[in-house]
């Protein structure tokens, strides 16, 4: 027999590759890293928490994503126009989505920059 017989061959590369496909499945995400600010962050009296739940926290007031316009409108009375940065921060569960509206909703009230606060470097929590 003069032929080349890659059945063989092709059995083992198909079951790597099925291998590979369920351990790619099972392993875990890495986490996130920690950022590092190279630039100097402005003070800003608008802060959004947003937790592992959603739920939203404009200033002191627990709001809903429905009620977050209004929210972001008394800010906005509050402080005369004063402000035009937001500084939210989320926890890494919170959904990407829910992050979206609340900016959306703020910058219908004419906040128009954003900061993403994390974790400070070397703070415990």
Same mark, same amino acid.
């Given at each position: $027999?003069? !032929?080349?017989?890659?059945?063989? &061959? !092709? ?12 351990? #790619? ?7 996130? %890293?920690?950022?590092?600010?190279? +630039?100097?962050? &402005? %003070?800003?009296?608008?802060?959004? &928490? ?8 404009? /200033? ?10 209004? #929210? ?7 402080? /005369? /126009? ?15 989505? !829910?992050?979206? +509206?609340? $900016?959306?909703? *703020?910058?219908?009230?004419?906040? !128009?920059?954003?900061?993403? *606060?994390?974790? %400070? ?5």
């Amino acid at each position: $027999m003069s !032929t080349i017989n890659i059945t063989p &061959f !092709t059995d083992v590369l198909l079951v790597l590759l099925i291998i590979f496909i369920i351990l #790619a499945a099972v392993t875990k995400e890495p986490p996130l %890293p920690l950022a590092h600010n190279k +630039q100097k962050v &402005f %003070p800003s009296q608008i802060l959004v &928490f947003v937790d592992g739940k959603n739920n939203i926290t404009i /200033g002191s007031n627990v709001v809903t994503i429905q009620d977050a316009k209004a #929210a972001f409108a008394d800010l906005q009375a509050n402080t /005369g /126009g004063h402000f035009k940065t937001v500084i939210i921060k989320a926890d890494p569960k919170s959904s990407y989505g !829910t992050i979206l +509206q609340v $900016m959306d909703a *703020a910058k219908s009230q004419n906040l !128009t920059e954003f900061g993403l *606060a994390n974790k %400070p470097e070397g703070s415990k929590t």
